[in-house]
């Protein structure tokens, strides 16, 4: 009976020596409770300690970055604009006592957040205008010197920017979570984008606008191309009565010269002619003549006139 009782009391000392220590690593910090209650300082320093076994509990908490992720809601702005705003945010476990008495775990500090942070943004963007929401500072556009007056953009000055109400939103964030035990770090505006209806009208008037000025263009092309269509009639109309001119001479020289080679080819058709029946004429009286033939020639007559004119005239 004593061994056993002697075995159960080393058992009994073996657990609670093993629950009288516990380990924080470099991303924890612990709040120790003893029925409930916090007991002690945090402890964020990493390595082993000791606690009261069974009495006291440990309360794990990170000491990390965290993210907190907001719903994209449906806010209106100060000129009855209606947008969707999507925000975001970080923040830390600044306290972990106060965590740990106001909001217990991280599920009741991010439902917290939740209140706090989209509160803040549906009042910030409620008290400014839409265009202060959406840009950031009074930028100057680029001028394209190709562009007609009315076609350049002219951007609405703003006072504020987003960057500004962003700035407000962390603000007062932060002042509204410094006795929760944490801190919030950064809030950013995700996204910022017009509602359904109010988005449908805004692309039917930047496509009626881009119609407009897509009909100007198509009017200054179709005016131009009668330009060019005119200016070509009259280039062809040029080119063609230069043409017909200089191809009038052409032919005019060419007729001249015709008739001056038709000259000179009749002038020695006459001569070849002439000889022609020169030699018929010889030919038919070697056929026709013998030595004992006498001939009695006029004086009018072709062969007369060739003998005449062989003999020198005698």
Do not use: C
Request: overall charge negative; glycine content about 6%.
């Amino acid at each position: 009976m004593r061994a056993w009782a002697f075995a159960a009391l080393i058992f009994l000392g073996i657990v609670a020596s093993w629950n009288a220590g516990y380990v924080v690593n470099e991303a924890e910090q612990v709040i120790l409770t003893q029925f409930g209650r916090p007991v002690g300082p945090p402890v964020s320093s990493p390595g082993f300690h000791i606690k009261v076994p069974f009495i006291q509990a440990v309360h794990r908490f990170e000491k990390r970055f965290l993210e907190w992720d907001g719903e994209a809601n449906q806010l209106p702005t100060r000129d009855k604009r209606f947008i969707w705003v999507d925000t975001y945010a970080r923040w830390r476990i600044s306290d972990p006592l106060k965590f740990f008495q106001r909001l217990k775990d991280e599920r009741g500090a991010q439902t917290r957040l939740d209140d706090i942070l989209d509160g803040e943004t549906r009042n910030a963007i409620a008290n400014h205008d839409l265009v202060e929401v959406v840009r950031l500072s009074n930028r100057t556009p680029e001028v394209d010197a190709s562009e007609l007056e009315e076609e350049r953009v002219t951007l609405e000055p703003i006072e504020i920017g987003r960057e500004k109400i962003r700035l407000e939103i962390l603000t007062k964030a932060q002042a509204r979570t410094q006795d929760l035990g944490i801190e919030i770090l950064d809030v950013r505006l995700k996204r910022i984008n017009y509602v359904a209806e109010v988005q449908d009208k805004v692309f039917d008037r930047m496509i009626a606008e881009r119609e407009r000025i897509a009909a100007r263009f198509r009017s200054q092309g179709e005016g131009e191309a009668l330009r060019i269509q005119g200016e070509k009639e009259r280039d062809l109309k040029q080119i063609t009565s230069e043409a017909y001119k200089t191809a009038e001479e052409i032919r005019g020289r060419a007729d001249a010269a015709a008739t001056e080679i038709y000259a000179r080819a009749y002038d020695r058709s006459r001569e070849a002619r002439d000889f022609y029946e020169f030699l018929k004429t010889m030919e038919t009286l070697e056929t026709t003549v013998d030595a004992e033939t006498i001939l009695v020639l006029s004086s009018d007559g072709d062969f007369y006139g060739y003998l005449k004119s062989s003999s020198g005239g005698r």
